[in-house]
Nanobody, 122 residues
Framework: QVQLVESGGGLVQAGGSLRLSCAAS????????MAWFRQGPGKEREFVAV???????AYADSVKGRFTISRDNTKNTMYLQMNSLKPDDTAVYYC????????????????WGQGTQVTVSS
């Protein structure tokens, strides 16, 4: 089992940057598939990015080229570097984890953090 805690959200102007962190407690962090999802106002929770245990990555088309997902297994932490932020990126950002595999569906992930708010002003 793993517990996830996000941090790093906040208010930023369009074009700015933020780095989100997801700290994990529990065993075998390096074995987990880790992902970021987000849920904007009135929207469904959507996939943002995923990183495998071997650090292969995949991104939603809407963030490709602007966001970078990474992990530091020595610190049990995953990151999301967000650059060139847009008002449409405003959402609560969640980290998620699972041992079994990965994909873009939220149903694939068993463990979730509580979320961190990102607000991008125009």
């Amino acid at each position: 089992q793993v517990q996830l805690v996000e941090s790093g959200g906040g208010l930023v102007q369009a074009g700015g940057s933020l780095r989100l962190s997801c700290a994990a407690s529990g065993r075998a962090f390096s074995s987990y598939y880790m992902a970021w999802f987000r849920q904007g106002p009135g929207k469904e929770r959507e996939f943002v990015a995923v990183i495998t245990w071997s650090s292969s990555t995949a991104y939603a088309d809407s963030v490709k080229g602007r966001f970078t997902i990474s992990r530091d297994n020595t610190k049990n932490t995953m990151y999301l570097q967000m650059n060139s932020l847009k008002p449409d990126d405003t959402a609560v950002y969640y980290c998620a984890a699972d041992l079994r595999g990965y994909g873009i569906s939220r149903t694939l992930y068993k463990y979730w953090g509580q979320g961190t708010q990102v607000t991008v002003s125009s």
